[in-house]
DNA sequence: TGTAGCATGTAAATTGTTACATGATTGC
DNA sequence: GCAATCATGTAACAATTTACATGCTACA
């Protein structure tokens, strides 16, 4: 249940077109919540029906034109019900770990190699995110939005920093010898 | 992709009916690939259909009779080849951290308090996996299958940690005045 | 017998993924 | 004109979630 809500902080940030918004969920917002074209524009469609959101007047409404939305009181309404609703953090489900966990039954081969991989997809990642912090929040932010995205870039760096130092823990432990004694 | 892998894992560690399994996905390997009863009767069918895993034949297949099932080797093939398979990470997509960024947009109120909740239930986690850490993992392992068990431990231990920092943090920055100076 | 709990399953709705189709605009 | 690109969509499928249905077993 969180497309829709991510449409609609994205759209009340900058009111936008379908293509605008898929550029815009990879990167950015799309950190944090990923979604092809493909869903969005049904999405679209969606909350437009349940009257959230509305086209721009100035579009007109045919195929190949550019279609820009913006969000209604009654999306920001929705939204900001949302935002203290509660909803319990879902289980873990990670496929690396399950692939390693599956490496103690059946045998680790080619699994190390897989390993240095993610581990080298992550250091670029946090690269990216340190890169926007030093752009986007070079002193103490002023404003209680940008204090708050920080606080989300904050955490996408952590959950990379994490990452990094399992993965390298986990390829030294696949490195080693089967019952290591003498130096 | 990951679930019928998830469920030849499982097998593989110990034949089981279908309950049995989702009793074993309410922990274990379900702390990091969750599933429901549905899922895994379905999947227990399409693997049987496969070939990769067998009903043993003890069991009758008559309607609300236990049903046990064990690895064929074309499971175990499927398995092994799959651990070292190259798939890049998913994604993040975390519907807290949209709230988050969605709370800058539309005003956070109320989002402090279920911050305060999810950082609580965090805790409890990591106090769960500590005590299992404790409990099956004393001393160095010995074999190849428990040290990398335990490996995918301290990942969950080292995610709940990332967590219960961040949670801590943004609660710290929500309870802030918006522009403090004078303690 | 009847009821509670175990065990296996079906059905439907939603969400996510992959592949393809079509119209508009721009530059050559 | 036409190729490349922008922009919006359709279709089909797979995975996940939620709710419900059915049969067996034990035991009061």
Redesign the pocket.
Known sequence: ?S?PHAILTALLEKPS???ELTRRFDKSIGYFWSA????I??E?GRLEEKGLIRALPAAQP??????EYEVLPAGRAALTEWVSLPEDPRPVRDPLLLRVRAAGVVGASGLAAELRRHLSLHRSQLAEYEAIEKRDFPATPATEEDRLRHLVLRGGIELETFWIGWLGEAVGRLSEPERGSAP
């Open positions: 249940m497309l077109s379908g293509l092809t074209h493909q869903q524009y049904r679209l045919a195929r190949g034109q550019k279609k």
